[in-house]
């Protein structure tokens, strides 16, 4: 999620959002197997671009060792989403939810 100012920026000018005007992201992942460490290995490359902060990968498979290394730097993540319904959605739109409310209140004055 980026603000609309950067939106329309990166529209008119075809480039990608800076990473400081990203308000959420989220690398969504979809396996029929086992999560593999080099999947979490490039989302840590990714999340340290963008900044760690409400940045979450979020696939419908799991992996301890996975969820340890991102653990371990404290990135975002939600594995095992099998449904809408699930625990884990629900707290992943609690995730969504809280950074959201964060932006707007750091931008009422």
């Not at 529209?11 to 593999?36: D, G, I, Q, W």
């Not at 730097?73 to 625990?87: N, Q, R, V």
Request: proline residues 2%.
């Amino acid at each position: 999620m980026i603000d609309q100012h950067e939106a329309r920026v990166c529209r008119k000018e075809k480039v990608h959002p800076r990473a400081s005007k990203v308000l959420n992201a989220a690398e969504c992942k979809f396996y029929a197997s086992t999560l593999k460490l080099g999947l979490a290995r490039g989302y840590l490359g990714l999340a340290e671009e963008l900044g760690k902060q409400d940045r979450l990968l979020v696939t419908n498979t799991t992996s301890d060792s996975a969820a340890r290394m991102i653990a371990y730097h404290k990135a975002g993540w939600e594995f095992d989403l099998s449904s809408p319904t699930s625990a884990q959605a629900v707290d992943l739109e609690a995730k969504f939810k809280e950074a959201f409310r964060n932006y707007v209140a750091k931008r009422k004055s």
